[in-house]
């Protein structure tokens, strides 16, 4: 099963269930919008189907901004489908998928601060992409 279709599975499940949240005084109105407005109300389904959403598109646009924030708000959550998201943003700043290497090696460095040791030889491996001028530059970042 592809990634689109699991993003469009999750977003489908989100969608099917907008009567049982209408029931309890939902306010997102169904349709296209619908996760989303779930995510921003803090659901975690809809946070998830979102994060996907970023996941897919930043691996087009070189930007991962989005799919990183919502992973890291899941884990904060506790939810396993944020630890998952943020471990797939892991993978592709460590291949160097992200448009900003310096960034990229920033939020690797940040995340394993906090503890995800698994990003230590990710790191490297992005460091194995950057030019020295980056690289310095990423350090040097980390000290302010």
Known sequence: MNRLH???LAIAAIISSAAAFADQGDDCPPGDGYALCRAR??????????????YDKARASGDFTEAL???R?????????????LKMVHL????????DLVQAWSWLTEDLAAGDTYVTPLRRQLEEKM???Q??????????
């Open 41 to 54: 109300a803090g659901d975690p389904l809809g946070m998830y189907a979102a994060g996907r959403e970023a």
């Open 92 to 99: 592709q700043l460590g291949w160097g998928s992200h448009r």
């Open 131 to 133: 030019s020295p001028e």
């Open 6 to 8: 699991l993003t469009t």
């Open 135 to 144: 690289l310095a530059q990423a350090k040097s970042k980390g000290k302010q």
């Open 69 to 71: 924030d919502w992973a």
């Open 73 to 85: 708000k899941l884990k904060t959550m506790g939810e396993k489908n944020g630890e998952r998201l």
